[in-house]
């Protein structure tokens, strides 16, 4: 069984930066799809960034440019650097990967079946 354990919540002033981890218990195959989603209250979860076994990356609009998905293999280990934060960033972040069975990944939530506890991001102006 797949776990993933987050780091804990964090805030920061608009403009700062912060950056989240994501420990695994073990990968979930050899090809698969890691990714950060985030979800602000009354709004849906929605994905931010994501990252392949071969390190190719996407992300939203939102964020493009100024957060970075990255993982650590030798430590099992998935991060997102997030800069020059606003206070629209805030919301519950949550790491999370699956085993695609194609070649590219999905961007809804109900793709993923491993997912982290979340953690709390807080940006204020």
């Known amino acids: 069984q797949v776990r993933l354990v987050q780091s804990a919540a964090d805030s920061v002033q608009a403009g700062g930066s912060l950056r989240l981890s994501c420990v695994f218990s073990?990968?979930?195959?050899?090809?698969?799809?890691m990714a950060w989603f985030r979800q602000a209250p009354g709004k849906e979860r929605e994905r931010v960034a994501r990252?392949?076994?071969?390190?190719?990356?996407s992300y939203a609009d939102s964020v493009k440019g100024r957060f970075t998905i990255s993982k650590d293999n030798a430590k099992k280990t998935l991060y997102l650097q997030m800069n020059s934060l606003k206070p629209e960033d805030t919301a519950i972040y949550y790491c999370?990967?699956?085993?695609?069975?194609?070649?590219?990944?999905?961007?809804?939530?109900?793709?993923?079946?491993?997912w982290g506890q979340g953690t709390q991001v807080t940006v204020s102006s």
């Open positions: 999370a990967a699956y085993s695609p069975s194609g070649s590219s990944c999905i961007t809804l939530p109900s793709a993923y079946n491993y």
């Open positions: 073990e990968y979930p195959g050899s090809s698969y799809c």
């Open positions: 990252i392949t076994e071969t390190d190719i990356t």
